[in-house]
């Protein structure tokens, strides 16, 4: 039922139905960017009003989240060569069974008051999901969508985005309905998400199919002279990683990220303490609402652009004009002018989003499709880097200021300067990509390697 | 093989379709309001 071989598609199974397969596992997982809304009742679960000395603090239910990104990047570089061979049907139904089970094996944890259960919970077997469902769909979108793989991935990867839309409600509104004179509503919260999450991510596993070997969509054929960062040969990924272009991809998305990572983290503060009196705190918690609209539509719109433009043009921009901008984020500031910052905090963070989303169609130009997702597992890695390196960097460099005299919202215009180096940084590493050495390329021709309707992973010997 | 949609009935392909994308794009609507919502604060 879960076999990779099963779920070959028929004649008459339209393509367009593996899009919202794929949106049904991101918009899941994304839940995980809204664990932030549990993290205060988890603090009060003995007190309920306010914290007991038995309570949990707020330092100790922080490395929950922490450990699911952690593992989230752990289990998309260690399963994604199983993935390749297993199918997304089966990678799927075992994120669903994760990521749901985490909230279950957590939910014992809250009721219990047992804090290594919700870290083994949501941290561990959740973030297992986690891994799982964010690189599950990505090569077979890529397979279905030969002549749109940036716009297809990018579609499913927006989902993550839009998923910590959906979580954070979610879970203010089920804590609001089981909370009671003797619970926060938490545990009751997480059963009731854990049984949702894995009934709605089956509709992802059993309607997402593989072509069958030799589709191509109507009407398109690849093209006679492939474009010069395009490679119609496959890369194993074992092999991948010993090539400069995966480390100078890796740099990339690295760099990308921590510089969005860092401005995300103090969004709220920072527009606070540079427009003193004139943002209120519910204002900032809608500027930081309306840079996750940004970095979600970013996902989608930049990662269908560089279908036209191209990859490299794409984080040639992303990193060209994001630097700029950041630079010139000290001078809206200094200038008093609301709506310039806005708008480009707005800009940066659409190119944030779309980091994330136009990497696997850069990989699989330059990789190929045969271990597209495995390869992309890999690269993961720098996000959980970055996830580290962002606020660290941004918060001690703005504390060391602060510490020197430097007034907090001249230490936020250094921070800005820092992300703006940052970004030079990825794009000279971007510059640097040249096609992969031939030599690195897959020695037997696979079924399909051309590109479109890979069904099956080729059964010859891999490095 | 090349073919879009293949040879399956037209009509219930198309509301596989519409169920499908209204099954993902009905809680993303309401997730994407609910944050609009909140940001309109900022503009007020």
């Not at chain 1, 100078?248 to 510089?259: D, E, F, Q, R, S």
């Not at chain 1, 996750?292 to 984080?315: E, H, P, Q, V």
């Not at chain 1, 994330?356 to 890695?381: C, E, K, S």
Request: with cysteine; glycine share 14%; proline share 6%.
């Amino acid at each position: 039922m879960l076999d990779r071989s099963r779920i070959i598609a028929t004649p008459g199974y339209s393509r367009w139905l593996v899009p919202p397969a794929a949106l049904a596992i991101h918009l899941c997982i994304g839940q995980a960017y809204a664990f932030s809304v549990f993290n205060k009742p988890l603090t009060t679960l003995i007190g309920l009003t306010s914290p007991a000395p038995a309570d949990w603090e707020l330092a100790t239910v922080g490395w929950t989240f922490s450990l699911a990104i952690v593992f989230l990047g752990l289990s998309a570089f260690t399963f994604g060569h199983w993935l390749e061979d297993a199918g997304p049907r089966k990678a799927m139904f075992a994120s669903a069974s994760c990521f749901g089970g985490g909230f279950l094996v957590g939910a014992l944890g809250v009721w219990t008051h047992q804090f290594w259960l919700v870290l083994l919970g949501y941290g561990v077997i959740g973030g297992i999901g986690l891994g799982l469902g964010y690189i599950s769909p990505v090569s077979t979108l890529i397979k279905w969508f030969p002549d749109r793989p940036g716009m297809a991935t990018g579609m499913a990867i927006m989902g993550f985005g839009g998923g910590a839309m959906i979580g954070s409600p979610l879970g203010v509104a089920l804590m609001n309905r089981f909370k009671s004179p003797t619970s926060m509503g938490v545990w009751e919260a997480w059963v009731v998400m854990g049984l949702a999450y894995f009934t709605f991510m089956m509709f992802g596993a059993f309607t997402v199919r593989l072509p069958a070997p030799g589709w191509r969509p109507a009407g398109w054929t690849p093209p006679a002279v492939p474009k010069k960062l395009v490679t119609s040969a496959n890369v194993d990924v074992n092999e991948a990683i010993k090539t400069p272009q995966f480390w100078l991809l890796w740099g990339v998305l690295c760099l990308n990220v921590t510089a969005g990572i860092g401005v995300l983290g103090q969004a709220s503060p920072m527009i606070q303490e540079m427009f003193p009196g004139v943002i209120t705190p519910a204002a900032a918690a809608g500027f930081v609402g309306l840079l996750s609209l940004a970095n979600m539509a970013g996902r989608f719109i930049w990662s269908s652009a560089s279908d036209k433009i191209g990859r490299k043009a794409t984080y040639m921009i992303f990193f060209g004009l994001g630097a700029a901008l950041y630079a010139s984020v000290p001078t809206s500031g200094h200038l008093g002018n609301v709506v310039l910052f806005v708008s480009l905090f707005v800009v940066i963070l659409t190119m944030y989003g779309g980091g994330f989303a136009t990497i696997p169609a850069y990989l699989r130009d330059m990789f190929g499709t045969m271990h597209v997702g495995a390869i992309h597992g890999r690269l993961l890695t720098a996000w959980s880097v970055a996830g580290v390196l962002g606020p660290v960097l941004v918060n001690y460099i703005r504390k060391y200021l602060i510490d020197h005299g430097v007034a907090a919202k001249d230490a936020y215009s250094a921070t800005m300067y820092l992300m703006a180096v940052l970004l030079v940084g990825g794009f000279l590493c971007n510059i640097s990509v040249r096609a992969v050495d031939p030599k690195h390329h897959f020695a037997e021709p696979a079924p399909g390697a051309a590109g479109p309707g890979a069904g099956a992973t080729p059964a010859v010997a891999r490095s | 093989m090349t073919d879009e949609r293949g040879s399956g009935g037209r009509g219930s392909g198309v509301v596989r379709l519409v169920i499908a994308w209204a099954y993902v794009g009905i809680p993303l609507a309401w997730g994407v309001s609910e944050v609009i919502r909140k940001s309109l604060a900022l503009f007020r």
